[in-house]
């Protein structure tokens, strides 16, 4: 156990200094990660301090490291949102998410100013009263797992809406790649999963709750390594700037994202009350035919980097606007609507012509066919081909 624990050290310590120094990428979203590296670090030094007996001779520093895993579940958080909301600054009740680590260590104040020899005794009664499941020694650890689960939990959430927002403001998100940030999440996701299960099981559990802590952070700091070396462009949750002004369509797609982190931000957290109307009946009416004029008759679907934005230029509203009548009168995302109408178009084309998939994909506004490909099947329950042959057959 002390040489697995100087293994997750040694790895966490060295993908945090990486991360912090990465050049390409999301910088500050990389730091947060490097900051939670280093935290998750420094609570591995806790325990590897125990297990080896070197405690002994630094036991302040003992005890101030064991505080860290509080600070797991926040720097995971504010990760999440660097990731999914760049454009947005934090605001001064974000320091809000420290207070618990910040009162656990007010609690260890009076314990930290005794003369090293004395503290030595105390932690040694202390891991003896644990170790004996007496009650009330494990509270500290009961409470630093919920707080591991639920802030696990709140950057899940958090994950689905930006990626629902995001479907309401671009017609086309696989230049926004969100795989890292799911695996990220899924990683912890199975921490905590773990955690619980093991202060669940109290007595029963095979390990105990801090050595559970520990093994799973090991297994999470050498997961985020090993994936980093075969992806070396891992630790990107979206193109940089210089990748988007390559493409000649910066402009457009940057501003959606900005509107995306603006509505998940506005819209955090989910439980509000719901939005006034802001487009009466007749006006939503109005709005969704000139919708569908500009999808059927103008053909805007085709347009690769489609965005709510442009859509509302071209129908002379307002994002908002549109986006009400999508989500209420039609029962859709943005996402939704304009990739309805480029399956609809595929599909004629399909059982009119005998021109490759791929070709009448990319000409109906489908970047690449794996998404084509999901999206088609999502509309259908048919592949493509499947479709085309059963066409044909009929």
């Not at 974000?94 to 314990?111: F, I, K, M, T």
Request: hydrophobic share 50%; with cysteine.
């Amino acid at each position: 156990m002390v040489t697995l624990l100087a293994i997750g050290i040694t790895q966490a310590f060295l993908l945090a200094a990486a991360l912090w120094f990465q050049p390409r990428g999301p910088r500050l979203a990389n730091r947060w990660l490097a900051l939670l590296l280093g935290a998750i670090g420094v609570g591995l030094l806790s325990h590897w301090l125990y297990l080896s007996g070197f405690w002994i001779a630094v036991p302040k520093l003992l005890v101030v490291a064991s505080t860290v895993v509080f600070l797991f579940g926040p720097l995971l958080l504010m990760y999440v949102r660097q990731a999914t909301a760049p454009h947005l600054a934090l605001s001064p009740a974000s320091a809000l998410h420290l207070l618990p680590w910040a009162a656990n260590l007010l609690l260890l104040g009076p314990v930290l100013v005794r003369p090293d020899t004395e503290l030595v005794g105390l932690i040694d009664e202390s891991m003896r009263s644990y170790q004996r499941g007496e009650v009330g020694v494990g509270v500290i650890n009961i409470a630093r797992c919920l707080s591991l689960a639920a802030y696990t939990a709140f950057a899940v959430h958090r994950l689905g809406c930006w990626r629902r927002a995001l479907h309401d403001q671009v017609a086309n998100d696989e230049r926004v790649s969100l795989s890292w940030l799911s695996f990220v999440l899924m990683l912890f996701a199975a921490v905590a999963v773990l955690v619980l299960a093991m202060v669940a099981a109290g007595p029963r559990a095979p390990i105990p709750a801090d050595s559970a802590i520990s093994i799973a952070m090991v297994a999470f700091a050498l997961a985020v390594g090993v994936a980093g070396l075969r992806q070396p462009a891992l630790f990107s949750t979206s193109r940089s700037p210089e990748d988007d002004k390559s493409d000649g369509a910066s402009s457009g797609r940057t501003g959606a994202l900005r509107a995306a982190a603006a509505a998940l931000d506005a819209e955090m957290p989910i439980m509000e009350s719901p939005r006034p109307r802001n487009v009466s009946a007749d006006q939503a009416a109005a709005l969704r035919e000139k919708l569908e004029q500009e999808m059927q008759v103008g053909h805007l679907y085709r347009d690769h980097d489609l965005s709510l934005a442009r859509l509302a230029r071209a129908v002379g509203a307002t994002p908002h606007q549109v986006s009400e009548v999508l989500n209420t009168t039609l029962g859709c995302t943005f996402y939704e609507f304009v990739n309805l109408h480029r399956i609809e178009a595929v599909k004629r084309d399909l059982l009119e012509g005998s021109r490759s998939v791929l070709d009448l994909a990319l000409e109906a506004g489908f970047s690449n066919k794996s998404t084509f490909n999901k999206v088609f099947k999502d509309h259908t329950g048919q592949t493509p081909s499947a479709f085309r042959r059963a066409g044909n057959t009929s």
